[in-house]
């Protein structure tokens, strides 16, 4: 009874302890919030003119499709929006274009008074997603303004970081500005297609330059409205490192013969189970610091209940893995995933077949590799004729920093622009070009200047992708304000 009732006590204690420090969290946040609210004004918040909007309307007319393989790209296309950039940006073009290696990709250079820091890099990707026009309410390819929207292929995935990042150079020019340090702009011809030609080669040519970038900024994260319930304010989540990528084959190789006189198990029998317990037999998981500042950054303005378990990881780390684990978008934050994808046997009704096989598609944190996805496998799987063979791989990105004076810039620009928004780090599930520059650079961050929902988030990639007016301004109030501050 005593012992109970000790544990009892020690219990209410822990938890009254974990309280106090999480009301003081919380109360502590909310003062310096309002505090750099007050002290902050966007030196561009006048910025109002229409040019962008109609720049990037023009934008989505040319079908800047990438695929894997770049012998099916129209790269007409791409010597035609050049032209179009050309004409709307004339002063840029002609100051600032800087002598790039490989054809379809930009750099443009503007020189900053200070020239004695590391530059800046803005970067994008110029290529789109294709869009089946059946699915969509607006041809896709045309750029429709509707109720203050605009509606097209690479609206928001992301010509109009392009163009914004263009506009706020062509209007520093100008007025006769300068940016306060250098800023590179580059923009890669086949992000969406993971392609070789893009800015893989821009990353290689400035590292041949002896080019070393304080920052890089590239798209990824967006200001995102209801990201979590009960936190009112929008989530900014910043990327600061990508997943790995894995394509693993699981092969076996067995005698086949007539399916009417069968000997079970057969290979396809085999590459079923294996599949089956990989399904069940998910990998351990694990809070990498990018996920790890997420949540202390969500528990900061959450309802107590939320952030007593948000703000106190060092006890309640295993409540939240399991909370986490309920869901498919949230466990992947935490996990590395293993998808069966595509599975093949024979290629008859009534033939066993000789060899089945299944892919494995796998997205792997931070601080694993493929040798431990395979090891995992391996062990789930208890099969040791199975094979292995490793299709496609891209290890997960460096981890960049958060804290360090150039992430402390950034995110006060970001509310300069996003008053409201709470800036953290983010675990990117899909890639980027970013990767490609940590090269030449160690604080490498993934963020879209544009404040949307989740509904709105989605049509990325999708049927009716769209960007708001505002965004198109915000977006270009941000790259001004960010290059003469930085
Ligand atoms: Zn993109």
């Not at 699981?250 to 086949?256: A, E, L, Q, T, Y």
């Not at 494995?360 to 040791?384: A, F, M, S, T, W």
């Not at 049927?463 to 001004?480: C, G, M, Q, V, W």
């Amino acid at each position: 009874m005593i012992l109970i009732l000790t544990l009892l006590c020690i219990i209410v204690l822990i938890i009254l302890v974990l309280s106090i420090r999480t009301i003081t969290i919380q109360n502590k946040f909310k003062k310096s919030s309002k505090q750099t609210e007050n002290k902050q004004k966007n030196k561009f918040i006048d910025y109002s003119s229409q040019e962008p909007i109609e720049i990037l309307t023009g934008a989505i007319k040319y079908k800047t499709i990438s695929y894997k393989d770049p012998s099916l790209t129209d790269w007409k296309e791409f010597d035609k929006f050049h032209e179009y950039l050309k004409e709307k940006f004339p002063l840029t073009f002609e100051k600032l274009s800087y002598p790039c290696d490989t054809k379809y990709n930009l750099i443009f250079k503007f020189e900053g008074k200070d020239t004695s820091k590391n530059p800046l890099l803005l970067t994008a990707h110029q290529d789109v997603v294709p869009a089946e026009a059946e699915n969509w309410d607006t041809p896709p390819f045309v750029g429709t303004q509707k109720d203050e929207y605009l509606y097209g292929r690479g609206s928001f995935d992301v010509k109009i970081e392009v163009i914004t990042i263009l506009q706020s150079f062509e209007e520093l020019l100008r007025k006769n500005e300068k940016p306060k340090r250098t800023v590179f702009a580059a923009f890669g011809c086949d992000e969406e297609a993971s392609g070789d030609n893009g800015a893989i080669k821009i990353a290689e040519q400035f590292k041949r330059e002896g080019i070393h970038f304080d920052m890089v900024l590239d798209e990824g994260g967006a200001v995102a409205e209801d990201y979590l319930k009960g936190i009112n304010d929008p989530i900014t989540a910043i990327g600061i490192a990508e997943k790995g990528y894995l394509d693993l084959k699981i092969k076996r190789v067995k005698n086949g013969g007539h399916s009417s006189t069968p000997n079970f198990p057969t290979a396809m029998g085999e590459i079923a189970d294996a599949v089956a317990k990989i399904e069940r037999n998910p990998m351990k998981t694990r809070i990498t610091p990018p996920i790890k500042n997420l949540i202390t950054t969500l528990g900061k303005s959450a309802p107590f209940s939320m952030g007593l378990l948000f703000l106190n990881q060092g006890v309640t780390a295993p409540i939240i893995k399991k909370a986490f684990s309920k869901g498919s978008t949230t466990r992947a934050l935490i996990s590395t995933t293993i998808t069966p994808t595509m599975i093949f046997g024979s290629n008859a009704p009534n033939i066993i077949a000789k060899e089945a096989y299944a892919v494995l598609n796998c997205r792997i944190l931070p601080g694993q590799d493929e040798k431990d996805v395979i090891n995992h496998i391996k062990k789930v799987v208890k099969n040791d004729n199975i094979e292995y063979e490793v299709l496609n791989y891209k290890k997960a990105s460096p981890i960049s920093p958060t804290g360090n004076d150039e992430w402390n810039t950034l995110t006060t620009t970001i509310r300069r622009t996003f008053p409201t928004a709470i800036t953290s780090s983010f675990l990117m599930m899909g890639a980027t070009d970013a990767k490609n520059y940590h090269i030449v650079c160690d604080n490498i961050y993934r963020f879209e200047p544009c404040q949307m929902n989740q509904t709105e988030i989605n049509k990325m990639h999708n049927d009716n992708e769209r960007i708001s007016f505002k965004n198109i301004h915000n977006a270009t109030k941000f790259y001004l304000d960010l290059i003469t501050t930085f």
